[in-house]
């Protein structure tokens, strides 16, 4: 088989990104060392109140993922809807969900159930993040820069400056 004819392994990572983390990060680079496109998916998320617009997570992540080694192998795209029919839109071969913890499973087991339902042909792989990153959750980080707790090791250097000034513009 010749480059030419060789299927492109593509796959979505999907999430709110509220504010991106390193653990994001980090699943991005690693899920970039198995496909040859990713799609990092910022859903509108209407259900959740954020700290960011869906315009400002898609900002940051774009500033974010500029700044990865793997940049070229990525877009950023944000979606409202289904993610099974997003997937099936982009021509994505599976869907990448990171795991944290035990707690994690089975939400994301049953979501892997339901897109595999309603998207056969797509896939969905489960990554750990690095150890150091398993804690960590959007959540967290809003929570302790809302408590004026140190963020600056927790997020890309963009995001800590943006949480910054979204604080003090809410004072």
Not at 38 to 62: G, N, Y
């Amino acid at each position: 088989m010749t480059n030419s004819s060789r299927v492109t392994r593509r796959a979505v990572y999907p999430g709110s990104f509220d504010p991106v983390t390193n653990g994001h990060t980090s699943l991005i680079e690693r899920a970039c060392g198995l496909v040859d496109e990713l799609i990092v998916a910022v859903a509108r998320s209407d259900s959740k109140t954020p700290m960011f617009s869906f315009e400002e997570r898609i900002d940051l992540m774009e500033r974010t993922v500029s700044t990865l080694d793997v940049k070229d192998q990525i877009k950023v795209v944000g979606f409202d809807g289904l993610l099974a029919k997003f997937a099936i839109e982009q021509k994505a071969n599976a869907i990448i969900r990171g795991l944290r913890a035990v707690s994690d499973f089975e939400y994301e087991f049953q979501m892997a159930l339901m897109n595999r339902k309603l998207a056969r042909e797509v896939e969905t792989v489960f990554l750990m993040p690095a150890l150091s990153w398993v804690y960590l959750s959007s959540s967290i980080v809003r929570d302790v820069a809302t408590h004026g707790g140190d963020i600056s090791g927790l997020v890309p250097p963009q995001v800590a400056a943006a949480i910054k000034q979204k604080l003090q513009s809410n004072k």
